[in-house]
């Protein structure tokens, strides 16, 4: 009796382990296959869930999920899904439009102008368009006078009324359109301009040396009909130095004594000189520098010219002058002081600057 029973559970036995060896080995469900009824309490259900988004340069955003589930039974049932989805998604762009305002038109007042540039808060800031700058016409009683407006020489016409001839001391000529005074000894001249008289005015003119630089050159004006009294504005280019004298017949004062400038040019420079006689007052310039005003009796309405001299030194020397010019006040009216012998040069002593 003992023995049967114990057979029979041996018998027992062997069949469960059959029947779970039989279960183990049967092939795994998938999750489009029945797995049975629902697990129990005794089961793990675990859901994973990753998404990656891919967007393209068009715009187009492609999105693929992958689920993997993960279920657990009794006796260990496992099931994997992978579902993949594509998500098209259109991008919108928003464009924002920037407007610049433009001001335009030539104000004519400060109001119309602010006008014209006014605009509203936070607006952008106008452009304003260029517009040609207007050209100040001063009034009549300021227009400055036409320079050379009584009188001009460029002496490119060898036949303009300047002295021309040839004697012992000199040689006076036009030359390719310059008035030369060529010395051939130790001398000085003063020269007449074929010019009006006139009470208030300048006379200027360049000048230089072709050549070997001589003593002394530059201007002669306030000259009496016959060259009884005139003043001299000379200066050397050696030393730099300028005076200013007068000639009263055989007596001559220093107006301004010999003066050292930068403003005159050295050597064979062309250096421009101008006096502007205004009343007594005398105003002297080099290259457009004023170096000195003085007061002199000027005596009214008289002659302008030239000066050149020559010293023992360097006695053969060839002075140019061009461009000759006077220039008056408006309404001024000149006067024509020169007999018809008056004579056109005068030889004089000039101190020498360097012997």
Known sequence: MQTNRLLFSLIVLALVMVSA???????????????????????????????????????????????????????????????????????????TATTTATATGTPTSRDTYLT?????????????????????????????????????????NPNSGWATGENEDIIVRYINGEYSIATKQSSGYVFRSPANSYDDYSVEVDTRWNGTLGDSVGL??????????????????????????RTDGNNSTDIIPISTSSAILPGNAVNHVKVTVSGDTHTIEFNGTVVNTV?????????????????????????????????????????????????????????????
């Open 220 to 245: 002669s004006y306030g000259i009496a009909s016959n060259f009884s009294s005139f003043y001299v504005l000379d200066f050397n280019t050696e030393v730099q130095a300028y005076r200013l004298t």
């Open 21 to 95: 060896i039989a279960f183990l080995e049967s092939p795994t469900p998938t999750l489009a296959q029945s797995v049975g009824p629902t697990p129990t309490a005794t089961g793990t259900e675990v859901a994973t869930t990753t998404a990656t988004a891919t967007a393209t340069a068009t715009g187009t955003v492609t999105a693929t999920a992958t689920t993997t589930a993960t279920a657990t039974a009794t006796g260990t049932v496992t099931a994997t899904a992978t579902t993949t989805a594509t998500i098209t998604a259109t991008a919108t762009t928003t464009a």
């Open 295 to 355: 007061d002199a009796p000027h005596n009214g309405a008289l002659d302008t010219g030239l000066v050149l001299a020559s010293n023992s030194e360097r006695p053969v020397v060839d002075g140019r002058f061009d461009n000759f010019c006077v220039t008056v006040a408006q309404g001024a009216e000149g006067v024509n002081t020169k007999p018809a012998d008056a004579p056109t040069m005068k030889a004089i002593t000039i101190p020498a600057w360097a012997e």
């Open 116 to 156: 014209l540039i006014q605009r509203a808060p936070n607006s952008p800031t106008p452009t304003a368009t260029p517009t040609a700058t207007p050209t100040f016409t001063p009034s009549p009683t300021t227009v400055p006078q036409p320079s050379c407006n009584a009188y001009f020489d460029d002496f490119s």
